[in-house]
Nanobody, 122 residues
Framework: VQLQASGGGLVQAGGSLTLSCAAS????????LAWFRHTPRKEREFVVA????????YYADSVKGRFTISRDNAKNTLYLQMASLEPEDTAVYYC????????????????WGQGTQVTVSS
């Protein structure tokens, strides 16, 4: 599966942004999907994951209550709605796909999008 992330940009603290990840391939609905983020000072860290049917989600504590992951299997698209953004959310956000058990571990994801930059100004 090939992934293409988009929707990043510059936003003020407290604002909102929605990321999208478009996927190619006929088996999109069989993959667990996730968002990770990377900053120069941190390794790529887990943000949120969603199961193939959308019925299971995992959130990092730092984004619970502010971020919402969803997917539209008919459109082969993954979304990340981000609200109440903080400067600490500034990062390059990557979408990823895994054919295995849904997990927060980045090494379990074999397919990655190219990343989209999110910058939150204070």
């Amino acid at each position: 599966v090939q992934l293409q992330a988009s929707g990043g940009g510059l936003v003020q603290a407290g604002g909102s942004l929605t990321l999208s990840c478009a996927a190619s391939g006929r088996t999109f609905s069989s993959y667990g999907l996730a968002w990770f983020r990377h900053t120069p000072r941190k390794e790529r860290e887990f943000v949120v994951a969603i199961g193939p049917n959308g019925d299971t989600t995992y959130y990092a504590d730092s984004v619970k209550g502010r971020f919402t992951i969803s997917r539209d299997n008919a459109k082969n698209t993954l979304y990340l709605q981000m609200a109440s953004l903080e400067p600490e959310d500034t990062a390059v956000y990557y979408c990823a796909a895994s054919s295995g058990t849904l997990t927060t571990i980045k090494n379990s994801y074999a397919y990655w999008g190219q990343g989209t930059q999110v910058t939150v100004s204070s």
